[in-house]
């Protein structure tokens, strides 16, 4: 900054930018940024086997069953977290190459969805359309002579969005990236009746190495054939990123959504600052793990870092987040 303008807007000692830090009244005064509850959306890994299983690159994360679920979002209800994602582990015996159980409207996820609703109305509910937990290739769509079928796969997508929204979901969030997925998921929700149910599309989903751990969780990572590089995106591209939510959101998206989370903020920022729309990001499962890891090492404050690191995905402008972090997230917000 030239001399000039720094005269301007006065110096030291005359200005002093630690006043407005001495006292943590005044640091809540100038705030430019509040992480609140009504910020966080709670990933939760469900299974069709009785218990829980834990997740063993994710401390403190475990796959429930159904006799588990209910009483492990009772939590989340009381500390008013507005809304959880489902994400299945499929029984092996399931899967399929065309993902067939994706579509059945007794499926995990489905029954998971009426049992939710039933003990909890007013708990939202985000489901993907996707096929990876479905899949015998573990891939998000259907997979033949070494391609990824875009078009066979969004007809399965659309089949798997109605059984969902039948069932109860509130919002659809298609997370395979396939081309075209969002106009024919909001058409055939139209045409089923559903035109309530809301898009929340992965728009910017980064072929990323931070997945490791929810592939474990939904058991997909072990039958992946090959990677996802042909349908997610390139890790050095951010401009595509816009053009990407530029097409979702011509296609119908109510909210759109980067993933991962922190390494990507700078396209957060991008998305949020081009389209002004509702932008939510996804603290994915390998920034908890490493998060995680460093603090049973005693390398970093738990409770610090969580708050920080969700800080930051509002910094950049997201509406909504998606972590493993929201229950103690909540209880400390609320805790004050």
Partial sequence: MAQHETEALGAYPSVRMRRNRV?????????ENRLSVDDLIWPVF???AKGAVPVESMPGVERLGPDRLIDALGPAVDLKIPAIALFPFIDPALKTPDGAEAVNPDNLVCQAIRAVKAAYPDLGIVCDAALDPFNSQGH???LRDGKILNDETI???CRQSVAQAQAGCDIIAPSDMMDGRVGAIRAALDGAGYQDVRILSYAAKYASAFYGPFREAIGSS???AGDKKTYQMDPANAREALREVALDLAEGAD???VKPGMPYLDIVRAVKDTFGVPTFAYQVSGEYAML???VAQGWLDNDRVVMESLLAFKRAGADAILTYMALEAAARIKAG
């Fill in 23 to 31: 006292d943590a009244w005044t640091r809540r005064l100038v705030a």
């Fill in 46 to 48: 469900i299974q069709d």
């Fill in 140 to 142: 998000d769509g259907i």
């Fill in 155 to 157: 007809e399965i997508l």
């Fill in 222 to 224: 072990a039958a992946l």
């Fill in 255 to 257: 909210m759109v959504m």
């Fill in 292 to 294: 995680k890891a460093a």
